[in-house]
């Protein structure tokens, strides 16, 4: 039975790795959302790593170690002395919502220490607390994941 695993690569080298696992037929995944740049002349969408340096596998006991033959994979996650099992339906929940929505919000009744919940970006859903508010920015501590997030305000 093939298992899902977390690799730890070089820095910016998640989208190289999973493009050299796919071609040695090693199944894999990047979670990536689309979002806004600003540059100084114009506003466009990008598409960015949403967990900078990992990359999800899928592969079975006896072929763990060739990802190792693929340039950028530094090593497996590892969680209790053992490589590290990602859930299927973790898998699956990412690659359904990721890449659907942008990661900006608008500016209403925002109070701080209130519940905000998100509207857009791969944390479409998500309920955090307002912990930090300025005019362009708004963090959020999403409890249940652990996180601190800051959104920015969409300026379209």
């Known amino acids: 039975m093939d298992n899902w695993f977390a690799l730890y690569t070089k820095s910016n080298f998640e989208k190289k790795v999973v493009t050299s696992l796919l071609d040695k037929n090693i199944e894999a995944f990047c979670p990536t959302f689309k979002t806004y740049k600003q540059y100084s002349d114009r506003r466009k969408k990008v598409e960015k790593v ?21 340039n950028g994979v530094l090593r497996y996650v590892y969680w209790l002395g053992k490589p590290a099992k990602i859930r299927p339906i973790e898998i699956t929940e990412m690659r359904n919502h990721l ?50 997030i800051t959104l920015k305000k969409n300026k379209a």
Do not use: C, W
């Open 50 to 70: 949403l967990l900078p340096n990992y990359v999800f596998t899928r592969v079975n006991s006896l072929n763990r170690e060739k990802v190792f033959t693929v």
């Open 99 to 148: 890449n659907q929505f942008y990661d900006d919000f608008t500016m209403e009744k925002i109070e701080l220490n209130s519940n905000y919940k998100i509207k857009s970006g791969p944390f479409k859903g998500i309920t955090g607390e307002v912990v930090s508010l300025d005019k362009s920015n708004i963090k959020l501590a999403l409890n249940t994941l652990g996180v601190l």
